[in-house]
Each structure stands twice: as C-alpha cells, then as structure tokens.
C-alpha cells in the first residue's frame, strides 16, 4: 500500500505496457495495487493537468520503494538520492487500472526520457499524489493554449477536458509534422501545429504567438514550455493583452542549455523568475 510522506504519499506502480506516441514521444501505462488509492485521491481533485513528482532511483543502490526520503538523506550522497521528475497523467483508465504518462523522448539527455525509451513491463517507480489546479474556466469567450512538447500532455488532456460547445485555440510546437499528435478537441477549439524543422525550441511557438491579434472578450490562458521562450512571451500576453494572472496558468516547464537541477534552483531567481512579484494577485503556475 501507498506510505505516507511529509510530503504528498507515494504510490508504487510498475509497468505495464509501453507505446510509442509519436518519433519523440512515448507513453508508459502503469498499473498494480496501489491504483486503486491513486484513482480515488485523482477523483477528488478538479483540475484537467494532474500532475506528480516521479521518483527514479539508481538500480545499483537496490532502494526498496517507497522512499523515506529524510532517512535517506542521513546516509546518501546528494547525487545517489532519488531523482524527482515532474510529469502530466494524460489519462486514468479506470476500467483498465492503469494510469498513462507520455515523455518527451531525446537519446540518452536527461533521466526520465531515456527511463521510458528503454522501460520493461514489470519495472517499478514511484509517483507521488496528484497535484495542480488548473481547470479552464466555464466563464470565458475563449482558451487560449501554447506551449512545446513538454506541455503537450497537459494541453492535450485540459482540451479533452472542454465542454462540447467551447471555443478556443491551441497552438504547440513540435519538432516536425510527424510529432503531432490526435487530440479530441470540441469543435469550436482550432489546432494549430507548430513545426521548428531544426530552428531553436519555442521559436516558432513565440512567432505564432506574436503575430496574433489581441484576443477580445473575456479569455483564459493555459501556456507552458522552455523559459526563454515563455519569458519572451509573458509581457505581450500579460502586460500588452491585458489577460491577469487569475486568468493564467503560465510558466517554464524547462530552460534550454539547464540541467533540470540547475534550471529548479533559478526558479526564484531573476534569470528563472517569469513574472514580476505581484502579490496581491494569484497565479496558477505549476510549482
């Protein structure tokens, strides 16, 4: 069964099947006992972009999960405890048992990514509760998306999530037309697929976005991915559209060139810092 944390109670899932999604993207269904628990602690939440802290241990350790983090940390080096990874839920299958996660697929960077590509049925992991609290809101005119692949499950699953009679657009980028992807969006949301064909991350996404029109009438935003790009982004939609933070949930997924410790640790910095501090105004951004 899951074990309590002081920080969110982890569940440990294995494997139990894996898909390729697209040429970067692949998607690994977890299933086991404790889904159960899982499933009923997602039930209880409202928001279309669940997310959870995946932690992946190095197999050399022998670590028996779930992790007692705080007893670790009093006998491991810093760089031996578990990784912890930030990921969307793209879908719960009840009826199956099992919960899907979809990772961006790069060779070998990084620690999530090349652990899907190769993961086997019956591999462990832990994942941590669901967390996050975006939901698009049902008083709107208009939802806005954008983001790369690393938002793309959670653009995919809070579109999915949309009334039949809303309307909106979504505008991701990918690395060609062959990372696209099937998304069930209502009528009234457009898709526009972004291919940079080589050119830096978020280029086309930024281009896209800047030469829209300003949107009118009421609108709430759902915008994620590599922070120069979101950070370029920010005073058009904010400062120049006039869209407030209540209406956003906005932030960096990643930062190009950071490794993922690095681009955490900036977070609070200038260089990783989104918006300016405006505090009597809340934000839905994604810790």
Same mark, same amino acid.
């Given at each position: 069964?899951?074990?309590?944390?002081?920080?969110?109670?982890? *569940?440990?899932?294995?494997?139990?099947?894996?898909?390729?999604?697209?040429?970067?993207?692949?998607?690994?269904?977890?299933?086991?006992?404790?889904?159960?628990?899982?499933?009923s602690e997602a039930a209880e939440r409202t928001n279309t972009d669940p997310y959870v802290k995946m932690?992946?241990?190095?197999?050399?350790?022998?670590?028996?999960?779930? *992790?007692?983090l705080d007893a670790l940390r009093e006998h491991l080096a810093p760089e031996d405890m578990p990784a912890q990874r930030t990921y969307t839920i793209r879908r719960?299958?009840?009826?199956a048992r099992t919960i899907a996660i979809d990772f961006v697929a790069h060779g070998?960077?990084?620690?999530?990514?090349?652990?899907?590509?190769r993961a086997t049925v019956g591999a462990e992991v832990v994942i941590s509760?669901?967390?996050?609290i975006y939901a698009p809101s049902p008083d709107v005119d208009e939802h806005l998306f954008f983001g790369d692949e690393s938002a793309l499950p959670a653009i995919a699953s809070s579109i999915e999530s949309l009334p039949g009679d809303a309307r909106g657009r979504a505008f991701i980028e990918v690395a060609?037309?062959?990372?696209?992807?099937?998304?069930?969006?209502?009528?009234?949301?457009?898709?526009?697929?972004?291919h940079r064909d080589g050119a830096a991350c978020g280029s086309a996404m930024v281009a896209a976005i800047e030469a829209l029109e300003p949107p009118t009438g009421c609108v709430d935003v759902f915008a994620h991915g590599e922070r120069s790009a979101m950070k370029r982004l920010r005073p058009l939609v904010h400062n120049e559209w006039g869209i407030p933070r209540s209406r956003m949930s906005y932030s960096a997924y990643w930062a190009a060139g950071r490794a993922h410790d690095a681009?955490?640790?900036?977070?609070?910095?200038?260089v990783g810092r989104i918006f300016d501090a405006e505090p009597d105004e809340p934000a839905t951004w994604r810790a």
């Open positions: 069964m899951a074990e309590q944390t002081k920080r969110r109670p982890q *569940y440990v899932f294995q494997v139990v099947g894996v898909e390729t999604v697209a040429p970067h993207m692949v998607r690994v269904l977890f299933g086991g006992p404790d889904f159960d628990a899982f499933a932690m992946f241990a190095k197999p050399e350790l022998g670590l028996t999960p779930p *992790y007692d719960i299958d009840r009826e070998d960077t990084g620690i999530a990514g090349p652990w899907a590509e509760s669901p967390g996050g060609s037309a062959d990372d696209e992807i099937e998304i069930d969006a209502p009528e009234g949301v457009e898709l526009f697929w972004l681009f955490q640790a900036e977070k609070r910095t200038a």
